[in-house]
């Protein structure tokens, strides 16, 4: 029977990594943060993210959860309590305090920047003072400072991986928004996202969508009714599967998946006013506007890129559908860095 082992256990060679639950882990554990509760955070804060469409107390708890990875505290330790930042308590005197620049590395678009500020006084509570932050939504260039926060050093370093997760791939999210925007603009097409999104980060994503200038799709199965191709064959066809969610959902906006011509027809027909043209060529787009000649709205959706999203507006759809937006972003390279000197307390 062969060794399934991984090659270092194989040969008899040990992890330099403490193995999950060990000694030497809870040992490293043993003491650290007290989260801040909710109820003690900055209500302008909390207003922030309730009017930026966000619900402050659930992000809240995401937050404490993505911390808990950092910072899990071994068994036997009180409820609400986090293991301590191994490195930080090693390195650092806990009465240091700092200024921190979050800077962008490259240019872009901000979003979540309200996030950043939100883990680091989760983290660090009244004890952290944030002296400037740009406006998610905000254009920056490489080396701008999008957001400045003084207090405990080792707080601050603890808080920096998370904060930086959730502003660099919100910021990514709302860059490559702005981009395709960007690349339609003038034509009248707007860039729609999808539901094509991190699972948990549904309300984040969208968030730094619109942050990006782009326009949300359905936030979830139940506010529109979208038949899709599978739905259609299920129905028996797409004016079947129209006629039947128009029955059961009178209230509902309608949207109808047609990969074809004669399918929109069809729809157009019976008074379907929303069609989604999926996979079309150009030359099929420019003919299913002439068709609906203003009928209904017309969504662009599948194999579309930016290299062809201002020829796939100019067809005269109204939107584009993009996945992309959400589902294989790339970060925006944002870091966070000491100030050489210090705001007060020793250096």
């Known amino acids: 029977m062969s060794d399934a082992r991984p090659a270092a256990a194989a040969e008899g060679r040990r992890s330099p990594y403490p193995e999950p639950g060990s000694t030497t882990r809870a040992a490293a554990v043993a003491t650290g943060w007290t989260p801040t509760a909710?109820?003690?955070?900055?209500?302008?804060?909390?207003?922030?993210?309730?009017?930026?469409g966000l619900d402050p107390e659930r992000l809240h708890a995401q937050v404490l959860d993505a911390l808990t990875e950092d910072l899990p505290a071994p068994e036997g330790s009180p409820a609400g309590t986090?293991?301590?930042?191994?490195?930080?308590?090693?390195?650092?005197?806990?009465?240091?305090?700092?200024?921190?620049?979050?800077?962008?590395?490259?240019?872009?678009?901000?979003?979540?920047?309200?996030?950043?500020?939100?883990?680091?006084?989760?983290?660090?509570?009244?004890?952290?003072?944030?002296h400037q932050r740009v406006p998610d939504g905000t254009r920056v260039a490489a080396g701008d400072v999008v957001l400045r926060a003084s207090g405990p050093v080792p707080g601050l370093l603890t808080a920096e991986r998370t904060a930086l997760n959730y502003a660099s791939h919100l910021s990514g999210v709302a860059t490559t928004t702005a981009r395709w925007v960007e690349a339609v603009a003038g034509t009248g097409a707007r860039v729609l996202d999808t539901r094509k999104t991190l699972p948990g980060w549904r309300a984040l994503q969208k968030y730094a969508v619109r942050c990006g200038g782009g326009v949300n799709h359905r936030l979830g199965l139940s506010d529109m009714v979208m038949v899709k191709d599978?739905?259609?064959?299920?129905?028996?066809?797409?004016?079947?599967?129209?006629?039947?969610?128009?029955?059961?959902?009178p209230d509902l906006r309608v949207e109808?998946?047609?990969?074809?011509?004669?399918?929109?027809?069809?729809?157009?027909e019976v008074g379907c006013d929303h069609v989604l043209l999926d996979n079309m060529d150009t030359a099929t787009m420019v003919e299913a506007v002439r068709v609906a000649a203003g009928r209904a709205t017309l969504e662009a959706s599948g194999g579309l890129t930016l290299d062809r999203a201002r020829e796939v507006a100019a067809t005269g759809v109204d939107f584009l559908s993009v996945g992309a937006l959400t589902h294989s972003v790339a970060v925006l390279d944002l870091g966070l860095d000491l100030q050489e000197t210090p705001l007060g307390g020793p250096a």
């Open 38 to 52: 909710y109820a003690a955070l900055p209500r302008p804060l909390l207003d922030e993210l309730t009017a930026a």
């Open 82 to 130: 986090w293991g301590v930042d191994a490195t930080s308590a090693a390195t650092l005197d806990p009465a240091q305090r700092g200024t921190a620049d979050l800077a962008a590395r490259e240019p872009g678009t901000v979003a979540g920047l309200a996030v950043a500020e939100l883990v680091l006084r989760t983290v660090l509570g009244d004890d952290v003072e944030v």
């Open 230 to 249: 599978n739905h259609v064959v299920a129905a028996g066809g797409v004016v079947p599967a129209y006629e039947a969610v128009r029955a059961a959902w």
């Open 256 to 268: 109808v998946e047609v990969t074809d011509l004669d399918q929109l027809r069809a729809l157009l």
